[in-house]
């Protein structure tokens, strides 16, 4: 019950702290300790004033205005939640606590005084609210020592008066004093240590946070290193295949001639078939080529600027024939004065491209469209390519542009289907600023959106198109 009353308490204190303060884990600390002071302090503090009223036989005036000055703590807090400055505050506290103290041993015994024991808090109370705030220390200090030498001098040059507390009494009064003062720093260093306590675990966390940075740095760097080492495999690798492959398409095409001159048509078919597999094993290679530098980061960017209108017009006469065997037909929607956009024209093209052959391949006797419209207020381009093929099911909709999550391209399709050549074309647009989506309609077809910006965002790492020239450089000369 009572860890339920102190929680809830602890947590009242935070409706005082300004929210917009409430980040600044230093100044929290601090707050939340002022204002455990200003709420539970006036509690203590006003059994002394009570005191005095039920142990004076003729109660005066100052013990009246000893409880007002003590009672005002608590309208502390409410002057921090209305913004007012924090360190105004504090000294105004520290000001009020100095008169409370020196005015009511004035009034009671001056330096004899019972209550002038709690002087001895004005200092750690000072520490507790502004932390290592050096410069503040020293106006606390100072308005300290001020109140000090003005009750001496009142002391030295006007009489106190006379105490009409009889000596027994002035001895309760002097026990309250002390169970209050006791108790109050009591209250005030329980709730530092556990302020201490939690600065302790914050350390640790942060020492554990950092070893957790520390190993996820390795660990990163680690894996960019075999990412560069994969790219640079498969980038030596794709030289050992394509030597073959290209022996292979370079004698099919001979044997086909060939097949024509002696008009042998089951000999024309069989090695056409060869050729076709031939073509889609370069074309699939050079798909995990590309995948591999984007993931290592070594794809390499040529950006220009250029007419968006011509650069969509090239990508359609390139798909066209993939188009136009299923009997499809094409529309282009293009606005005259489309004007330049900065990208790398032969990536964009190739992106447009695999979307434009996927729609033909995709789609029979249907109709193919392409259509494009600028935000200027993004400073954007919108590339729509819709088919009314037959579309994509939800589920595979869904993982559509993940790697190897659709496997149709190697079992189903000589084509290619829609599987890593979409993947390839969505993590390109990703690396070149650039976004891909798709959305479609069992039975009524797909639209595919590219996004590209007017001026050139890809990200460029220096230290990685370093890299990536000098890996450019050696898959040249292995080519060669």
């Given at each position: ?33 002022f ?24 109660p ?30 504090v000294?105004?506290?520290v ?61 030295v ?47 640790k ?13 390795l ?10 080492t ?30 024509d001159?002696?008009g ?33 980061g ?16 090239h ?14 037909r ?43 419209s ?7 381009f ?24 659709d ?5 189903e ?7 890593l ?6 993590r ?18 797909s ?34």
């Open positions: 019950m009572l860890s339920k009353i102190a929680t809830a308490y602890m947590n009242s204190l935070d409706y005082f702290i300004p929210p917009q303060r409430k980040e600044e884990t230093e100044f929290y600390n601090q707050a939340r300790m204002l455990v002071s200003h709420t539970i302090g006036p509690f203590f503090g006003n059994t002394i004033p009570l005191a005095l009223f039920l142990f004076n036989p003729t005066h005036m100052d013990i009246f205005w000893l409880a007002v000055s003590i009672t005002g703590f608590w309208i502390f807090p409410f002057l921090l939640k209305c913004g007012i400055n924090y360190e105004k505050l000294i105004a506290s000001i009020n606590l100095n008169f409370c103290i020196f005015w009511g041993s004035y009034f009671n015994g001056s330096v004899s005084s019972p209550t002038l024991g709690w002087i001895l808090i004005v200092p750690i109370l000072s520490f507790f609210y502004i932390g290592g705030e050096v410069r503040l220390q020293s106006t606390l200090l100072l308005i300290f020592a001020s109140s000090f030498a003005i009750f001496l001098g009142a002391y040059y006007f009489a106190p008066p006379p105490s009409n507390v009889p000596p027994d009494r002035m001895i309760g009064i002097g026990v309250v004093s002390t169970l209050a003062t006791l108790a109050y720093v009591a209250t005030m260093a329980i709730y530092y240590s556990r302020i201490f306590d939690a600065g302790t675990e914050l350390e966390e942060v020492a554990r946070r950092r070893q957790a940075s520390d190993e996820l740095r660990a990163m760097a680690a894996a960019d290193r075999e990412g560069r994969k790219a640079e495999f498969l980038a030596r690798m794709s030289h050992e295949l394509r030597t073959p492959l290209n022996a292979i398409i370079g004698y099919s095409q001979i044997l086909m001639e060939d097949a001159e002696i042998d048509d089951t000999m024309a078919r069989y090695v056409a078939k060869i050729n076709d597999a031939g073509q889609y094993l370069v074309r699939l290679i050079n798909m995990i080529l590309d995948l591999s530098k984007i993931e290592a070594r794809m390499q960017f040529r950006p220009e600027k250029a007419p968006l209108a011509e650069i969509i017009t990508a359609v006469e390139a798909a066209k024939p993939a188009i136009l065997e299923n009997g499809n094409i529309e282009l929607e293009i606005e005259n004065g489309l004007g330049d956009v900065e990208t790398d024209t032969a990536r964009l093209q190739q992106i447009l491209n695999t979307i434009l052959s996927n729609a033909g391949q995709n789609t029979k006797d249907g109709l193919i469209t392409i259509a494009c600028v935000t200027m207020s993004e400073n954007k919108h590339i729509f390519i819709k088919d009314t093929g037959k579309g994509i099911a939800p589920d595979r909709l869904a993982i559509l542009f993940d790697n190897l999550a496997i149709r391209e190697a079992a399709s000589k084509y290619g289907g829609t599987g050549s979409l993947t390839v074309a969505h390109l647009a990703q690396a070149m600023g650039c976004s891909l989506a798709a959305e479609s309609q069992l039975g009524r077809g639209c595919f959106k590219v996004t590209v910006p007017l001026t050139w965002q890809a990200p460029r790492d220096p230290a990685r198109v370093e890299a990536a020239d000098r890996a450019e450089a050696r898959d040249q000369t292995i080519d060669a």
